[in-house]
């Protein structure tokens, strides 16, 4: 890494809390302290595939980043720029970094002549957390950046959105994830609600849930439709499959649909996260269709691949002065199956073990 590179990854991005995808974007963005690329070539850098939506996407990436990381925060310098929309707020950024970058510089330069080694703050903590948790802050999370584009397509082309996996994939992670970026990703605004049904045990429970939500009076038939017409909700529904127990009625499901369907721009949005595909779990038959079968465009949540199990191990070790061996990783992606929760588990187990020596 040259001095540039050094800067924005040491002084910026790891204080100001960006993800991997982030820094990687940014660093694509500013190669150096002169230059300024556009959208489409930070895209194809990052080997994106070529589709025209790719650029547009980099540029989205690059507002969340201004809004989300570099907005006033405590003790750090914020762009004071970060929230205005102008052609020229990438070279803004860029001409507000470079100052910082040669202070920067100076501090390393006064560090040498003193024969001090600069010293890179060491993470002292097990890095593979949480174990079990949803993760809640964003930038832990990590390898799904293409899901949540692809969601967020589906949201903004006018259909409601099914995400499916087997069960710790990490999709509650990804519902969380769509309502803490819903505001900036969503082209039409929509007030973001969060259920998460293992909690919720009949029909009477989910109504009265929704409706405290959305700020309305207890309602349900054609009394909610009429709370909810001059509403524009974006419902993300976690474990939907316990829509099958005994306490939830196929009317509970038929008004989500009419809800969500039907119309130009429907009152309600839908994101729901189920372990099986939406005709398993509920089955069309003559007298009772299935309820979000042509409302929800699924989105399949596969476990990760060789390059995303490394990528995901580099990042949490950057910060430590910890190094897996190759023979440890190759047992880590074989013994994980590339499924987030089993590996940040065998992760923090292997990285506990180089704590004890």
């Not at 002169?34 to 595939?49: E, I």
């Not at 009949?202 to 054609?222: L, W």
């Not at 390059?307 to 430590?320: A, C, E, Q």
């Not at 910890?322 to 190759?330: G, P, Q, R």
Request: glycine share 4%; proline share 6%; charged share 25%.
């Amino acid at each position: 890494m040259n001095s540039w590179e050094n800067f924005l990854v040491m002084e910026v991005c790891r204080k100001h809390g960006l993800s991997p995808t982030e820094q990687d974007i940014l660093l694509a963005k500013f190669p150096d302290e002169n230059t300024v690329n556009d959208n489409q070539q930070v895209a194809k850098q990052l080997k994106y595939p070529p589709e025209s939506s790719w650029d547009e996407n980099v540029r989205r990436q690059m507002w969340n980043i201004y809004n989300k990381r570099f907005s006033p925060q405590p003790n750090l310098k914020d762009f004071p720029d970060y929230n205005q929309r102008f052609r020229d707020k990438d070279a803004k950024f860029l001409a507000w970094l470079k100052p910082q970058y040669l202070e920067w510089l100076k501090s390393q330069n006064n560090n040498n002549n003193n024969n001090i080694v600069p010293i890179v703050p060491v993470s002292t903590g097990n890095p593979f957390i949480p174990l079990n948790d949803i993760i809640t802050e964003q930038h832990l999370l990590f390898g799904r950046e293409r899901e949540i584009i692809r969601v967020f397509e589906t949201l903004n082309s006018g259909s409601s959105v099914a995400l499916i996996g087997e069960r710790k994939i990490g999709k509650s992670s990804l519902l969380k994830a769509i309502e803490q970026q819903a505001q900036h990703r969503l082209l039409k605004p929509r007030q973001v609600i969060y259920l998460n049904l293992s909690l919720i045990f009949n029909d009477d429970d989910f109504y009265d849930e929704f409706c405290y939500q959305v700020g309305i009076a207890v309602s349900k038939g054609r009394q909610l439709i009429r709370e909810l017409q001059k509403q524009q909700l974006l419902l993300l529904l976690d474990e939907v499959q316990q829509m099958t127990w005994d306490g939830f009625t196929r009317e509970l499901r038929q008004q989500l649909r009419g809800l969500a369907d039907g119309q130009a721009n429907p009152p309600l949005r839908l994101v729901i996260a189920a372990s099986e595909h939406l005709d398993v779990l509920f089955p069309d038959s003559r007298d009772n269709p299935s309820p979000f079968q042509g409302v929800c465009i699924e989105e399949v949540i596969k476990p990760w691949d060789e390059n995303i199990v490394r990528g995901f191990i580099d990042s949490r070790l950057g910060n430590t002065q910890v190094s897996f061996t190759e023979e440890e990783i190759i047992k880590l992606i074989q013994e994980s199956g590339g499924h987030p929760q089993r590996l940040m588990y065998l992760c923090h187990r292997t990285y506990s073990r180089y704590m004890e020596r």
